[in-house]
């Protein structure tokens, strides 16, 4: 099952695997400064793939459920002809005549379930990482057939009982409980997590970066099947007064345990040579991705 974003399957040979299959219990980082959009590319994914027929879950420690789900029915609404999307803005919005768009969210949400997917959010606020994943075995053992979770994010988590006092141990720590988890309930995890100073500073737009950029420890990336620094593409010449909502975002896969691969609708394929990093184009305004380019290095 894709993500609907081909960036994130060729790191994961593909995708989700569908029940009884026999692949998950992965984990993926998903790194940017704030603002950026990785909570968009997370509920893009989360959204695509329920629409495929999953049951996954989304944890979000940062926004309350309203904002989650705001953004969540209205990246649904994507998958409807266009005269039927909803922006988030207006579902936010207290002042606004509903009625066309609770029709319009309800035909969203009549498609996953005809779909047979399923969406489970919770917004466990200033939960640690123990709670997080009581809430996910908690969704694993009610639904067994969940496969996906989304966590939003990382470094939103308070510090967990018993702790190492510094925050690089403590951090090292909650990274090394979620890979655990993920395999223990045989699901992927797709964490999104913010980037250091280093990978904030404007000069590193210039240079690829690491997966030293991910703040506070280099035990998420080392636990992880892949890893992703995603940025917005830097200003240059003409492009200086372009607003940030309008620039692309890199896309840079600067970890993949594995080959990269894609599903062509019959078997995996082996992507030729390899992609180090993708453009995708975002529609912030409906929490989507617009377009996404890795499919023109095929």
């Keep these: 099952v894709s993500t609907g974003i081909m960036a994130m399957?060729?790191?994961?040979?593909?995708?989700i695997r569908r029940p009884g299959q026999s692949q998950g219990g992965r984990l993926f980082t998903l790194a940017?400064?704030?603002?950026?959009?990785?909570?968009?590319?997370?509920?893009?994914a989360f959204?695509?793939?329920?629409?495929?027929?999953l049951t996954v879950g989304f944890i979000s420690a940062e926004l309350d459920k309203a904002a989650i789900e705001a953004r969540i029915w209205s990246a649904a609404t994507r998958h409807l002809p266009n005269?039927?999307?909803?922006?988030?803005?207006?579902?936010?919005?207290?002042?606004?005549?509903r009625e066309n768009d609770v029709l319009n969210i309800s035909q969203a949400?009549?498609?996953?379930?005809?779909?047979?997917?399923?969406?489970?959010?919770?917004?466990?606020?200033g939960a640690d990482v123990d709670a997080v994943i009581n809430s996910l075995r908690s969704m694993k053992a009610k639904?067994?057939?969940?496969?996906?979770?989304?966590?939003?994010?990382?470094?939103?988590?308070g510090r967990h009982k018993g702790a190492p006092m510094n925050d690089s141990g403590m951090l090292e720590e909650r990274a090394y409980k979620l890979v655990t988890v993920a395999k223990e309930l045989s699901i992927d995890l797709i964490v999104?997590?913010?980037?250091?100073?280093?990978?904030?500073?404007?000069?590193?737009?210039k240079q690829p970066p690491g997966t030293d950029m991910i703040r506070g420890t280099d035990a998420l990336a080392h636990v992880s099947h892949a890893v992703w620094i995603v940025r917005r593409t830097p200003k240059q010449g003409?492009?200086?007064?372009?607003?940030?909502?309008?620039?692309p975002l890199e896309f840079w896969h600067s970890k993949t345990r594995g080959r990269q691969a894609y599903w062509d609708g019959a078997k995996v394929q082996g992507v030729k040579g390899f992609i180090d990093t993708s453009i995708l184009h975002m529609d912030y305004g409906f929490s989507s991705v617009q377009r996404d380019e890795t499919s023109y290095n095929f």
């Design 9 to 15: 399957d060729v790191d994961m040979e593909g995708g």
């Design 32 to 44: 940017a400064r704030t603002g950026v959009g990785k909570t968009i590319l997370g509920v893009h």
């Design 47 to 53: 959204v695509s793939m329920a629409m495929q027929g």
């Design 83 to 97: 005269t039927q999307w909803v922006p988030v803005g207006r579902i936010e919005s207290p002042d606004h005549n």
């Design 109 to 125: 949400a009549m498609k996953i379930q005809d779909n047979k997917g399923k969406m489970l959010v919770e917004d466990p606020w």
């Design 143 to 157: 639904n067994p057939v969940m496969r996906a979770a989304v966590i939003d994010h990382f470094h939103c988590l």
């Design 192 to 205: 999104l997590a913010q980037m250091n100073r280093v990978g904030m500073d404007a000069l590193s737009s």
């Design 238 to 247: 003409e492009d200086e007064g372009t607003p940030d909502k309008d620039r």
